[in-house]
């Protein structure tokens, strides 16, 4: 897996696709003891993780986000800490876990400083 550090520097800035669940909800997976929102480069990189899945034959709907949205606002939004794992099942696949200076403050695990 690739540095979070250079990913969380540039996934602001791109588009990338998130696969749907069944309800239209961004899709998660469960690793860790954390849920990841999957994000993908491009199709070809959700179909390489189709496919290492073994579920290359459904349909994989997705949305269109940019990084900083991701990042800075529905990660935040939701009620469990949440990273984000862009381009998993790649050769440069990269976790960017849920903490200070990747997510908000308030959605980060590591967010409540002690006084």
Avoid: K, N
């Avoid at 800035?13 to 954390?34: F, K, S």
């Avoid at 949305?63 to 794992?85: N, S």
């Amino acid at each position: 897996m690739g540095e979070p550090l250079a990913a969380h520097q540039l996934l602001p800035h791109r588009v990338v696709l998130v696969p749907l669940d069944e309800r239209g909800g961004l899709w998660t997976a469960g690793l860790g003891g954390l849920d990841w929102i999957c994000a993908f480069s491009d199709e070809e990189a959700l179909a390489r993780f189709a496919v290492a899945r073994d579920e290359a034959e459904r349909e994989w709907p997705y949305r269109r986000i940019t990084g900083a949205r991701l990042l800075d606002e529905l990660v935040p939004a939701l009620d469990f800490p949440c990273g984000v794992a862009l381009d998993a099942a790649g050769p440069d696949g990269v976790v960017l876990p849920p903490l200070r200076g990747i997510v908000p403050d308030a959605a980060a695990l590591d967010g409540q400083v002690a006084a």
